[in-house]
């Protein structure tokens, strides 16, 4: 069901006409063509099932779609084919398809993230705004609002709050596809949501900053505070930030804050686009 109404989406991309691409791009060494279309089925696969929404793919899809020019047919027979192939092992396509959008990404250089239409086949440039505390229960209420909305990213400002939370919601934002933004102030645990953002964006006048973390009480002896500090340390390097922020964090007390500027945010790849505003 979700493969043939994938048909429609990315004719929709093509503007209602069907996506057929002249002139293939030729493919890096030991990478068939036809390995290549099993990881563009595998990755908007991916993007369909997991919003249950027909409207949607992912952009390293559209990226390589285009440049190695193959037609939606060709694309949608592939999807039906691996859905048969995994009928019976729905969590291997799972980990196939995750896969896949990451090859598609490093293979394009454009980052594997969330695109969704609306009906007449544009774009859909919807974001959520969230301001406040990242208090018990926020990464769900903030997920049931995204998918509410169809949104495509996150706009969050906060002082921060509850760091299980805010690494809850920045892990699924990756595995969604969610893009985040900052445009006002975003501190503390605040960083590990917008860290999980596909693309990270902040406008020039943004405020980034970093601390210690208050250090739960099942972590509260010496040995436990150095866990502490590695979790955060293997949290950003799986978000692909340069987790020399997490050292930094650890030498800022509690109570003050290290300003993070732009400039340096991007450099350590916490975020990965200025914007002039949002």
Not at 11 to 35: E, K, M, T
Not at 126 to 141: K, S, T
Not at 150 to 165: D, K, M, Q, T
Request: charged share 20%; proline share 4%.
């Amino acid at each position: 069901m979700l493969v043939i109404l994938a048909t429609a989406l990315l004719a929709g991309c093509a503007g209602g006409r069907a996506l057929v691409l002249i002139g293939s791009n030729p493919l890096p060494a030991g990478l068939s063509r036809d390995q290549l279309l099993s990881d563009i089925a595998a990755c908007h696969l991916l993007r369909v099932g997991q919003t249950g929404d027909n409207s949607v793919t992912d952009a390293a899809v559209l990226a390589a779609t285009q440049r190695y020019g193959y037609s939606v047919n060709k694309v949608v027979q592939r999807a039906n084919q691996l859905v048969r192939d995994y009928q019976s092992n729905g969590p291997a396509l799972g980990a196939r398809a995750q896969q896949a959008c990451g090859s598609l990404a490093e293979l394009t250089q454009v980052p594997s993230a969330l695109v969704r239409f609306e009906r007449g086949g544009a774009p859909r440039a919807v974001w959520l705004r969230v301001n406040g505390d990242i208090d018990d229960g926020f990464a769900q209420r903030v997920i049931s609002a995204l998918r509410k909305n169809r949104a495509v990213g996150l706009v969050i400002n906060s002082p921060g709050g509850a760091v299980a939370e805010a690494r809850k919601l920045g892990r699924y934002l990756r595995a969604n596809g969610l893009r985040t933004a900052v445009d006002g102030v975003c501190v503390s645990a605040c960083i590990d949501v917008l860290a999980g953002g596909s693309e990270r964006y902040a406008t020039p006048g943004a405020k980034l900053g970093t601390h210690q973390s208050k250090v739960p009480g099942r972590y509260s002896s010496h040995a436990g505070g150095q866990y502490y500090v590695a979790d955060s340390y293997r949290y950003l390097r799986e978000m692909g930030v340069d987790a020399e922020v997490a050292i930094a964090a650890a030498l800022i007390p509690n109570d003050k804050i290290l300003l993070i500027p732009v400039s340096d945010a991007l450099k350590t790849r916490l975020i990965t686009v200025v914007v002039e505003r949002l």
